[in-house]
């Protein structure tokens, strides 16, 4: 069973407006599951632990309730979606078809410290596998996906992708305390090759099949849970 890590006051930064720092402290709440499917928390909750006032914490919800990630229950309370068998359908035809065409389009402005800044990322990741330490598994895998995306330089798909992330991240969570790191998918290897390679379409079809591998086992769990 995996261990819910406490949510850390939002610590001051004078680059950001407060708003946008609790914004992002909450989407990385979600995003790596510190927030589980269908576990309602309340705004005052989240104003104490954050230690910030209520208005930033408001703001933040609403942008990201504007997102999917994040829905009503009523008596103040809000929740992160459950997602059902057909939601996560639909989450894996559009992530395919977005994220390859993404990886695509790095492939063709990848240059040979990019490539080696993933390497590094997927070194993180193989070693977060290793130990089974699924914090550091989900982060270096956003991370290796995120630089990839930021790379193909197309802010409309990765905006796409990046709100699909925070759609699944949470039941992402949930597999991976079902599985372990050592079963998890990780096609990068395949990726990195074809990325030193040149080969674009290459690196788009290890792509498809690492979104498609990682989804077919959240939708077998959620295939499980909703028997």
Not at 2 to 25: F, G, L, N
Not at 107 to 118: G, I, S
Not at 164 to 181: K, Q
Not at 204 to 226: H, I, K, Y
């Amino acid at each position: 069973m995996i261990k819910k890590q406490a949510s850390k006051p939002v610590q001051p930064d004078t680059k950001q407006p407060v708003h946008e720092q609790v914004y992002q402290t909450l989407r990385a709440m979600i995003l790596f599951g510190e927030l589980a499917p269908g576990q309602a928390v309340t705004i005052q909750g989240l104003t104490d632990s954050l230690g910030v006032g209520m208005t930033p914490v408001r703001e933040a919800i609403r942008r990201l309730m504007s997102e999917g990630a994040l829905m009503f229950q009523g008596n103040r309370r809000i929740s992160v979606p459950v997602l059902t068998q057909e939601d996560l359908r639909q989450v894996i035809f559009v992530r395919k078809s977005i994220e390859a065409e993404l990886a695509r389009r790095a492939a063709q402005k990848m240059t040979p410290a990019a490539v080696e800044a993933l390497d590094h990322l997927d070194i993180a990741l193989d070693l977060a596998i290793e130990t089974g330490d699924v914090s550091g598994y989900l982060r270096s895998n956003y991370d290796f996906h995120a630089l990839l995306y930021a790379i193909a330089d197309a802010p409309i798909l990765t905006e796409m992708a990046d709100r699909l992330w925070l759609r699944f991240g949470p039941s992402l969570r949930v597999v991976c305390g079902r599985f372990g790191t050592q079963n998890l998918p990780d096609r990068h290897k395949e990726m990195l090759d074809a990325l030193r390679a040149g080969d674009a379409e290459g690196v788009a079809r290890a792509m498809e099949q690492d979104v498609e591998q990682g989804m077919e086992q959240m939708l077998g769990v959620l295939s499980e849970n909703e028997a």
